[in-house]
C-alpha cells in the first residue's frame, strides 16, 4: 500500500494538488470528496481500510481546503468550477471506470459531479452527505453573503458547525480541533456555488442511473437524515441502498472506520464496480 501526493491542472489552469492511497491488488477505482471543513486527510484512515480490500482512492483537495490552501481559503468562483476541477483531474488521470464518494458537503459535489459527466461513473457512494444540512446560517449572515456578491462575493462567512458535531471520540475531536487545515470559514461566492449545485441536483437526481449506496448516522447533528432519504427516494427504482449507523454521530468514517470499509467494498463487489 502506498500514499502518495501529485498535482493535476484544474479550471482555469489552476495547479491542484491531491492525495492517491493505491491498493496493492486494485479491484476498484474511487474518487472521494471531502466536506466543507475538512481536506483529503479526513478520510485516510477509510481509504487505507480499502485499499487492503482492493480499492484505490484518489482524494481530491477542494481548491481553497487541505492541500490548496494557496489561494483564497473557504472560495470558489462558481458551481460550474468546481465540477470543472473533477471533470479536469478524471481527464489528467484517465479513469475509465470510477466510484464517486462523497463526504458531507461532498456529498453534493459527488452527485452534481455523477449528473454532469456521467460517462465511466459506475457507482455513488454517499457518506453522512449533506444533500440536505440541518444546520444553516443566521439571516445576519444570508444578509452579509447578498450584500457581498453585489461587489464579487469574497467577503467571508463563519460556517455554523462546531467540532462535537462530528464526534464525541476525544482523540478524533482532538484531531478536529486542532487541525490547521480546518476550514472556518468560505466566501459568499462558494456559498453561491453550493446554492447552484443544490439546485441542479434536485433536478438531476431522477437522471441518476447508477447504484447508489446511502451511508447515514442516527444521531447526526450537521445533515438531515429523513429529507436526505426522502430526496434519494427519487433515484431510478432498486438504485439506492441505506446503511444506517445506529448511535453514530456525523463522523463515521473516523468513529466507524471498520464497519464503513467493509460496507463499501462490500457493496462495489456487488454490484460489480
Not at 491542472?9 to 472521494?32: C, F, S
Not at 452534481?112 to 449533506?130: I, K, S, W
Not at 462558494?190 to 437526481?205: W, Y
Request: hydrophobic content about 40%; aromatic content about 6%.
Amino acid at each position: 500500500m502506498n500514499d502518495d501526493v501529485a498535482t493535476y491542472v484544474g479550471a482555469g489552469q489552476r495547479e491542484l494538488r491531491y492525495r492517491v492511497v493505491r491498493a496493492p491488488a486494485e479491484r476498484h477505482t474511487l474518487l472521494y470528496l471531502h466536506g466543507i471543513e475538512s481536506h483529503g486527510g479526513w478520510f485516510l484512515p477509510a481509504a487505507r481500510g480499502l485499499a487492503e480490500r482492493g480499492c484505490t482512492t484518489y482524494l481530491l483537495d477542494r481548491r481553497g481546503s487541505g492541500l490548496n490552501r494557496d489561494g483564497q481559503v473557504g472560495d470558489a468562483e462558481s458551481a460550474d468550477e468546481l465540477l470543472e476541477d473533477v471533470r479536469a483531474f478524471r481527464s489528467a488521470a484517465g479513469l475509465d471506470s470510477l466510484v464517486l464518494v462523497g463526504l458531507s458537503w461532498g456529498g453534493k459535489l459527488a452527485v452534481a459531479a455523477a449528473l454532469d459527466d456521467p460517462e465511466g461513473v459506475c457507482a455513488v457512494v454517499l457518506v453522512t452527505p449533506g444533500l440536505v444540512p440541518r444546520v444553516g446560517l443566521t439571516w445576519t449572515q444570508k444578509l452579509h453573503a447578498l450584500f457581498s456578491l453585489a461587489n464579487g462575493g469574497r467577503a467571508r462567512i463563519e460556517l455554523p458547525i462546531e467540532p462535537e458535531m462530528f464526534t464525541r471520540t476525544p482523540r478524533y475531536l482532538d484531531y478536529i480541533e486542532n487541525d490547521p487545515d480546518r476550514i472556518h470559514l468560505v466566501t459568499a461566492r462558494f456559498l453561491k456555488a453550493t446554492h447552484t449545485i443544490d439546485r441542479r441536483i434536485r433536478a438531476g437526481v431522477p437522471r441518476l442511473h447508477v447504484p447508489v449506496l446511502l451511508l447515514l448516522a442516527e444521531n447526526d447533528e450537521i445533515i438531515d437524515n429523513d429529507r436526505t432519504r426522502d430526496l434519494l427516494r427519487r433515484l431510478p427504482e432498486k438504485r439506492l441502498r441505506v446503511e444506517f449507523y445506529e448511535g453514530a454521530t456525523h463522523a463515521i468514517q473516523f468513529d466507524h472506520t471498520a464497519r464503513l470499509v467493509h460496507d463499501v467494498s462490500s457493496f462495489l463487489d456487488e454490484v460489480a464496480c
